[in-house]
C-alpha cells in the first residue's frame, strides 16, 4: 500500500478504526499527521469518527492513539504474565522439545528424555568436564557422525538436505555445543529468560548472560546430574575469562577478505612469534574454515597483516593518483575492462532471451492449435482445460523470465555512470598513507586471497582488489 501511496495510485486510505491503523502511537501519529498529508492522502477511520479533510475531528486523535497503545501494552503483559505463570507451575510451553528430549505424548507441557539423541548430550558433558573446549568437542563430534541438532526434527524423524549439501547434517558449530552445556534443561530445569525484548513494540530478542536466566528447578528427568552441570558451567566461565580479553590490534579488513578458491570468509590469527615492536606484524589472516576444521578442508592461505595492509594501501594510492592525473583516462580505461569483463555474459544473456522468446512464440502457436482443435472437436473440453492451463503457465513462467534476463542485459548501460563515480570517489584518496575500517569499507566490495606459492625460491601471493561499483581494475591481480 505505501508503494502504492508513493506511486500516486492511491489519495485515500480508510480503516474501521485508528487501532487498524497500528497501535504503536508514535508511528501512527506520524502516519496521519506527516506521512498522509505529504503525499496528499485522506485517512479515514470510520468508528473513531476521523477524517482528516475535516480538522476538527482529528483533535482528540493522539490521544486515542495512546489509548489504543495501553491497550496493546497491557495485552502484552497479561501474555507475558500468563505465560511466565505456567512455567512456574513446572509446564513446558515452548513449541518444540530441546535436543535430547521430546514431549510426552500424554501431556505436552511435560519433557521426557528421548534416548535416540541423550547419549549424545551425556557425551557432551562428559567431554566438557574432562576439560575439553568448545571447539575440541565439536570437532570430536563432527569426527563421529552424529547429527546436529537442526538436522533433528522434533515430531521424530530426520531432516534431510538436499544431495549437494547433505553432509551439512553432520557438521556441529560451535554455537550449537555451547547451547546444549548452557542449557539447565539438561539438569532437569525449566529455563525463562533466555532472550527478553525491551520492549513489547520491539521484535528484537537481547540475550541474557546465563547466570540471569529464570530457573525453576527438579520439573522433569535431569539427562545429566545437576552437579556435573554446575561444575561444566564454572569451567566454561573460567574459559571465558580467559579468553575474552580485549584484542589491542584493530581488524580494520573485518569482513572484507574472502579466499580465492572458495570464496569463504578469513579470519584474523595471531602468529606464534615474540612480541614486535608494531603490533600488526604479529597477526596475518588465514582461511576460517581452516582455522575450525584444519587441514582436512583446505589449506590455510596465510598472509601477514603487514602484507596485505602495504597492498591494499598501495593499490589505492596508485587509482588515486591516476584519477587525480587525468580523470578521464581512468574513467575510459575502466569503462573498457568492465565491458571487456561483461563480454561474454552480455552474449549469453542475447542467447538466452533469444531462446526464451522463441519458446513463447511456439507455445503461442501452440494454444492457437489447441484452440482450433477444440472447436473442429479434436479435443475433450478436460483435455482442452488441462494443456490450457499447462501452456498459460509456461507462457507466464517465460514472459517473467524475459523480463528478468532484458532487466540483467540493461545492467551494463549503467557501466560509464559506475566508473565515473568510482573515479570521483577515489580522488580524494590520493594523498593517504593510512588506511581505516571506515575509508576500506567505503572503496572497497572485498578482497580475495590465494594461496601462496613457491617459484624459484620465492613466496608469493596473489591479492584480488574487488572496488565498490566497477569490481576489480586489474584482472591479473597484485602479487605480494
Known amino acids: 500500500m505505501i508503494a502504492d501511496i508513493e506511486s500516486g495510485k492511491i489519495y485515500c486510505?480508510?480503516?474501521?478504526?485508528?487501532?487498524?491503523?497500528?497501535?504503536?502511537?508514535?508511528?501512527?501519529?506520524?502516519?496521519?499527521?506527516?506521512?498522509?498529508?505529504?503525499?496528499?492522502?485522506?485517512?479515514?477511520?470510520?468508528?473513531?469518527?476521523?477524517?482528516?479533510?475535516?480538522?476538527?475531528?482529528?483533535?482528540?486523535?493522539?490521544?486515542?492513539?495512546?489509548?489504543?497503545?495501553?491497550?496493546?501494552?497491557?495485552?502484552?503483559?497479561?501474555?507475558?504474565?500468563?505465560?511466565?505463570?505456567?512455567?512456574?507451575?513446572?509446564?513446558?510451553?515452548?513449541?518444540?522439545?530441546?535436543?535430547?528430549?521430546?514431549?510426552?505424548?500424554?501431556?505436552?507441557?511435560?519433557?521426557?528424555?528421548?534416548?535416540?539423541?541423550?547419549?549424545?548430550?551425556?557425551?557432551?558433558?562428559?567431554?566438557?568436564?574432562?576439560?575439553?573446549?568448545?571447539?575440541?568437542?565439536?570437532?570430536?563430534?563432527?569426527?563421529?557422525?552424529?547429527?546436529?541438532?537442526?538436522?533433528?526434527?522434533?515430531?521424530?524423524?530426520?531432516?534431510?538436505?538436499?544431495?549437494?549439501?547433505?553432509?551439512?547434517?553432520?557438521?556441529?558449530?560451535?554455537?550449537?555445543?555451547?547451547?546444549?552445556?548452557?542449557?539447565?534443561?539438561?539438569?532437569?530445569?525449566?529455563?525463562?529468560?533466555?532472550?527478553?525484548?525491551?520492549?513489547?513494540?520491539?521484535?528484537?530478542?537481547?540475550?541474557?548472560?546465563?547466570?540471569?536466566?529464570?530457573?525453576?528447578?527438579?520439573?522433569?528427568?535431569?539427562?545429566?546430574?545437576?552437579?556435573?552441570?554446575?561444575?561444566?558451567?564454572?569451567?566454561?566461565?573460567?574459559?571465558?575469562?580467559?579468553?575474552?580479553?580485549?584484542?589491542?590490534?584493530?581488524?580494520?579488513?573485518?569482513?572484507?577478505?574472502?579466499?580465492?578458491d572458495c570464496g569463504y570468509a578469513m579470519t584474523l590469527a595471531k602468529a606464534h612469534r615474540s612480541p614486535k615492536e608494531e603490533i600488526i606484524d604479529e597477526y596475518g589472516y588465514m582461511f576460517n574454515n581452516y582455522k575450525t576444521f584444519g587441514k582436512s578442508v583446505d589449506t590455510s592461505h596465510w598472509i601477514e597483516a603487514r602484507q596485505l595492509y602495504e597492498c591494499v594501501l598501495n593499490d589505492i594510492k596508485r587509482h588515486a593518483g591516476e584519477a587525480l592525473a587525468d580523470n578521464d583516462e581512468l574513467c575510459e580505461k575502466l569503462i573498457w575492462q568492465i565491458g571487456s569483463s561483461k563480454d561474454k555474459q552480455t552474449k549469453s544473456l542475447d542467447k538466452e532471451i533469444r531462446e526464451k522468446k522463441a519458446r513463447l512464440s511456439e507455445v503461442d502457436n501452440l494454444f492457437q492449435q489447441l484452440y482450433e482443435d477444440r472447436q473442429n472437436g479434436n479435443i475433450t473440453e478436460r483435455n482442452y482445460q488441462m494443456m490450457s492451463r499447462r501452456y498459460e503457465d509456461e507462457q507466464t513462467g517465460l514472459e517473467q523470465a524475459i523480463k528478468e534476463l532484458t532487466a540483467q542485459r540493461a545492467e551494463s548501460d549503467a557501466d560509464r555512470g559506475n566508473a565515473e563515480q568510482f573515479s570521483k570517489l577515489i580522488k580524494g584518496y590520493a594523498g593517504i598513507e593510512e588506511l581505516s575500517a571506515a575509508l576500506l569499507n567505503t572503496l572497497i566490495e572485498k578482497i580475495t586471497i590465494g594461496e601462496p606459492q613457491d617459484v624459484d625460491g620465492e613466496r608469493i601471493q596473489e591479492v584480488i582488489i574487488y572496488y565498490k561499483f566497477i569490481g576489480c581494475i586489474n584482472q591479473e591481480g597484485h602479487i605480494c
Open 13 to 260: 486510505v480508510i480503516t474501521k478504526d485508528l487501532s487498524r491503523l497500528g497501535r504503536n502511537y508514535l508511528e501512527t501519529g506520524v502516519f496521519i499527521e506527516v506521512y498522509f498529508p505529504e503525499h496528499n492522502v485522506r485517512y479515514i477511520a470510520i468508528n473513531d469518527v476521523v477524517d482528516t479533510s475535516r480538522q476538527e475531528s482529528a483533535d482528540f486523535t493522539p490521544f486515542r492513539n495512546i489509548i489504543n497503545e495501553l491497550y496493546a501494552k497491557d495485552t502484552s503483559k497479561k501474555v507475558r504474565s500468563a505465560k511466565r505463570a505456567r512455567v512456574l507451575d513446572g509446564m513446558y510451553v515452548a513449541t518444540s522439545a530441546p535436543y535430547g528430549y521430546k514431549k510426552d505424548e500424554y501431556d505436552r507441557h511435560r519433557l521426557v528424555i528421548d534416548e535416540r539423541y541423550a547419549p549424545t548430550v551425556r557425551f557432551i558433558f562428559s567431554l566438557a568436564k574432562d576439560g575439553k573446549g568448545i571447539s575440541q568437542i565439536r570437532s570430536d563430534l563432527n569426527e563421529r557422525h552424529i547429527l546436529r541438532p537442526s538436522a533433528v526434527n522434533p515430531n521424530g524423524y530426520e531432516r534431510y538436505f538436499d544431495g549437494e549439501n547433505d553432509q551439512r547434517r553432520y557438521e556441529w558449530s560451535n554455537n550449537s555445543v555451547r547451547g546444549i552445556l548452557r542449557n539447565p534443561v539438561y539438569a532437569g530445569h525449566l529455563v525463562m529468560n533466555k532472550r527478553i525484548s525491551p520492549s513489547f513494540k520491539s521484535h528484537k530478542r537481547l540475550s541474557v548472560l546465563p547466570e540471569n536466566y529464570t530457573v525453576v528447578k527438579n520439573v522433569h528427568e535431569p539427562i545429566v546430574s545437576p552437579k556435573d552441570f554446575e561444575l561444566v558451567q564454572r569451567l566454561i566461565t573460567n574459559r571465558r575469562n580467559v579468553q575474552n580479553k580485549p584484542r589491542k590490534f584493530e581488524n580494520i579488513f573485518a569482513g572484507l577478505i574472502k579466499c580465492a
